[in-house]
């Protein structure tokens, strides 16, 4: 019996096309502006820091903004980056510059499972401030009283099994009693080997017959 559902962000809940055409641009635009203007605030500093332990060696402030710029650019799921990208991104919400995209029926969908009593959870590659920006700023309100935790890759990275045993463990659940949405394979195929049910969304594009897991077109199309 499902008791928890655990849902990705981009590609599942949100478009694609808001991370990369809206979010990832407006982080790159205001990165080093953010960072000069904040980098001696603890969190912003303890970014910075990480960095050079990501690459083993000191660097100039214009280095390190270099060097996140690059990580970006590549589409890096590297910690310290995620974390400054949701602050710069807090920053763009709280100015009203943009608003939180959500599907329709992932929102309804959310609404229906939480009122039915199933605990919902967030693992994304995004920061958990990232996850708790989007579905707080999002255009159907502030959807964050839905969800009962947040994961990022501080937990482990998605496409590593132990990283769903262990979210399983701090939400009090077997892993068979925990469904993972996400419309990629290889997380999905993480997820099984941890003993989740799963279920691959396919928002755009052909389903697959034969699929390696159950394929919806939507949360309309998912049965709990």
Known sequence: MTKAI???IEGTTTSLSFVKDVLFPYAGA????????HQH????RQQLQAVHAVVDRDLSLDETIDQLLQWMAEDKKITPLKTLQGMIWEQGYRRGDFTGHLYEDAARKLKQWHGQGLRLYVFS??????QRLIFGHSAYGDLTPLFSGYFDTHIGGKREPDAYFKIAGEAGFAPSEIL????IEEELDAAR???YKTIWLVREGDLTPHAAHHQARNFDDIQI
């Open 6 to 8: 655990v849902t990705d």
């Open 30 to 37: 205001h990165l080093a502006e953010f960072v000069r203007e």
């Open 41 to 44: 605030q603890p969190l912003v």
């Open 125 to 130: 590659s995004g920061s958990v401030q990232a």
């Open 180 to 183: 993972f949405l996400s419309d």
């Open 193 to 195: 080997a941890a003993g």
